[in-house]
């Protein structure tokens, strides 16, 4: 287990530790969020590297990483806890068969943490050796509001409620990132309780540095043309335009087709790695590409 | 004292009945309370008087502006008050009439109507109903003129609506007798009871929601005269359900889903204009739908979302665009309702080339300019789109 961060700049070489080249904005809010003990709250178009943040921050602090993957009916029984029933029932009817009258004594046993199944946030709860774990809530917007209010109680307190056990409360709380890609406002009661970030497509040259820690082998002046590439096609009036996890895919496609240099042709057919909408893909034709791509490379040039 | 704590008494009651006028739910218990709080309250001045009844008739944020406006006009406008007041209060702070809030109508009228009645001394009933050709002129009337009475019956008339909205099956499960799935933890707790050699299984169905409604209300001056009350239909919509999201548009598209959930008309209304740049301007439907398909489209659009088109189609500059964006709108949400207000004349025509363009991509093309189609309109949204107002029976007429 790794201790905290101490400053921002130990936020931002902490995150370069694990190739991820954060910007400073991201650094403070997480370095405000571990110092405070506050859930980190991510929100911003897909493939900007939300989730990859908490992955980062489980392995550089060495601490075990809990995801809870949201989705459209997501309950309690599939997020907090489970009683396991098949074993209730045996314990039920062993108890019966041994002539054990008492119910209140059957119902005590077996409602105890034996038969208890634990879901992520009650697994974030518990104490671990190696420091209290990262709680990843991930694209919470997929969920509906009532388990959004519930998570209210799990991250002002950081305790949850099992009716028949009692109250379960972290000794520790555990290191909350909330993620959500905006297909639905988050309610404020929410968010009030976190530290909130807009994660948004990186700078030029942040982008570049990205692309060279996460695809080491790929060609210097092709790295600078896909980043130069990909920054052009954003400012584009696009339905979807290409994140960073777009980038990575893209460039490492390209090296994989032993490509040095972009041209248009291969731009072409690759272009369904960048952009996701046939809408999209149907306005870049050939010549467009060309176009975009001359003035990229021109740009290049002009920089040298 | 006595004399005085009478006239008090009187006094508090028809402050209750002003407030209850102007649209805040007050009781007779509340008046009874306000007098007992104000006899316990010890008042000393004119500002813990002010608190003391605060406390008693507001129950929810939103009144306390009602309340404040009551307050200030019914201790002005009654001069005989104000000594009474003063006999119990020493200093009495003298204040500076400003221009009038929102709300200041309603409650002025609401004290008015109580003035008059007791001048002329007589249980006179409020006819609320309207008739009508008043009806007819409360369609055409400026919201911010209208008069309590106006307000409450169109807000009662437009709440019959009752909006019972379309619902949807979510994946979320709750008990249900019907249900397919066994609720084991229900299960093993009823066969608690009854011992384990008795299983009684308990079910879990899906449970139901309404969909999010999302309306996009054009504001430009071909729709002024509708404008308004489409605002307070939306108003009570949102009043009523939790997800409505509203965008108004002329030449821009603004969101004012946040205003317009102020509890009170004026309020949510005035936060509206507050809002918006362009109102009764031209119309730029093709640019504004273009923002909401980049924008909000995919952040308000999730979960079934029930799409309520308010304009006139009446679009300047329609070419191709208009038509690509209105197919990118239906494509992201499950239904795309049309509501016209041009409909209302016999014998429209799908000859604007707006309307030719947006037409053959919405999933239902209704009128909506009273109260009579807005109520059709909720009607209509609980069920299956209706076959008369299939949109391509127009594009045909006119082909």
């Known amino acids: ?304 | 004292m006595t004399e005085n704590h009478g006239r008090l008494a009187d006094n508090i009651l028809y402050f209750a009945r002003a407030l209850r006028a102007a649209g805040m739910p007050v009781g007779p218990g509340a008046a009874l309370d306000a007098l007992e709080a104000l006899c316990v309250a010890r008042i000393g001045n004119r500002e813990d008087f002010y608190w003391t009844l605060h406390a008693v008739f507001v129950k929810r944020h939103e009144h306390s502006v009602l309340f404040d406006q009551a307050f200030r006009i019914f201790f002005r406008k009654r001069g005989y008050i104000e000594k009474l007041i003063a006999a119990m209060l020493p200093d009495t702070p003298g204040y500076e009439p400003k221009s009038p809030p929102p709300g200041a109508q309603r409650i002025q009228e609401a004290l008015f109507s109580d003035l008059n009645e007791r001048a002329r001394n007589s249980e006179v009933e409020f006819d609320a109903r309207l008739t009508v050709s008043d009806r007819e002129i409360l369609r055409k009337k400026d919201f911010a003129q209208m008069s309590a009475a106006e307000i409450d019956e169109t807000k009662k008339a437009i709440a019959e609506l009752a909006l019972p909205l379309d619902e949807l099956r979510t994946r979320r499960l709750r008990s249900s007798r019907r249900g397919h799935l066994i609720d084991l933890r229900r299960t093993l707790r009823a066969s608690m009871k009854a011992g384990a050699a008795v299983i009684d299984l308990r079910y879990l169905g899906p449970s139901m929601k309404e969909p999010p409604v999302v309306a996009l209300l054009d504001i430009s001056g071909s729709m002024s005269q509708y404008t308004r009350l489409f605002l307070n239909f939306l108003h009570a919509v949102t009043d009523s359900r939790k997800r409505v999201i509203t965008f108004l548009f002329g030449t821009r598209l603004t969101n004012v889903t946040r205003a317009i959930r102020a509890r009170d008309p004026d309020e949510a209304l005035a936060a509206c204009s507050a809002h918006v740049v362009d109102w009764s301007g031209g119309t730029r439907i093709a640019t504004s739908l273009h923002t909401f398909n980049k924008q909000w489209a995919r952040r308000v659009l999730g979960q079934g979302a029930v799409v309520l088109l308010i304009t006139d189609g009446l679009e300047c500059d329609a070419d191709d665009t208009l038509s690509f964006e209105m197919d990118r709108l239906r494509r992201s949400c499950r239904r795309l309702i049309w509501l016209n207000p041009l409909l209302r004349f016999e014998g429209f025509e799908a000859r604007a080339k707006g309307v030719r363009a947006m037409l053959p991509h919405v999933d239902e093309l209704r009128p909506i300019h009273n109260l009579e189609s807005m109520t059709a309109l909720v009607r209509a949204l609980s069920g299956a789109p209706a076959k008369s107002y299939d949109p391509r029976a127009l594009l045909r007429q006119v082909a």
Not at chain 1, 87 to 111: K, N, P, T, V, Y
């Open chain 1, 1 to 304: 287990m790794s201790p905290l961060p101490t400053s921002i700049d130990a936020t931002l070489g902490l995150l370069a530790k694990a190739d991820y080249i954060a910007d400073r904005s991201l650094a403070t809010v997480l370095y405000l969020a571990l110092k405070m003990g506050r859930p980190l709250f991510l929100e911003g178009e897909a493939g900007t590297g939300k989730t990859e943040i908490a992955k980062v921050l489980a392995a550089t602090l060495g601490r075990k990483l809990i995801r809870l993957q949201c989705y459209e009916g997501l309950d309690i029984s599939a997020a907090v806890y489970e009683w396991n029933y098949g074993s209730q029932m045996i314990a039920i009817r062993l108890a019966e068969a041994q002539g054990e009258e008492d119910r209140s004594r059957i119902e005590h046993d077996i409602f105890s943490e034996r038969y208890l199944i634990k879901r992520p946030l009650l697994q974030a709860l518990e104490a671990d050796p190696n420091g209290s774990p990262v709680l990843l809530i991930d694209e919470i917007d997929r969920t509906d509001e009532a388990f959004e209010a519930f998570l209210l109680e799990v991250l002002a307190d950081f305790q949850v409620t099992v009716p028949e056990l009692g109250t379960v409360k972290a000794a520790d709380p555990p290191i909350v990132v909330v993620t959500s890609n905006r297909t639905r406002e988050v309610h404020d009661a929410l968010k009030r309780r976190c530290l909130y970030h807009w994660v948004g497509y990186p700078d030029a040259a942040r982008e570049l540095k990205i692309l060279r820690a996460k695809v080491p082998d790929i060609a210097k002046k092709l790295s600078e043309q896909v980043v130069d590439f990909v920054q052009a096609l954003r400012k584009e009036d696009l339905f979807k335009a290409p994140g960073v996890a777009e980038t990575l895919d893209w460039a490492s496609a390209l090296t994989e087709l032993d490509v040095i240099a972009l041209d248009p042709a291969t731009v072409s057919d690759t272009l369904g790695v960048l952009l996701k909408y046939q809408d999209d893909i149907a306005r870049f034709d050939q010549t467009k590409v060309k176009s975009l791509l001359d003035e990229v490379k021109s740009g290049l040039r002009a920089a040298e």
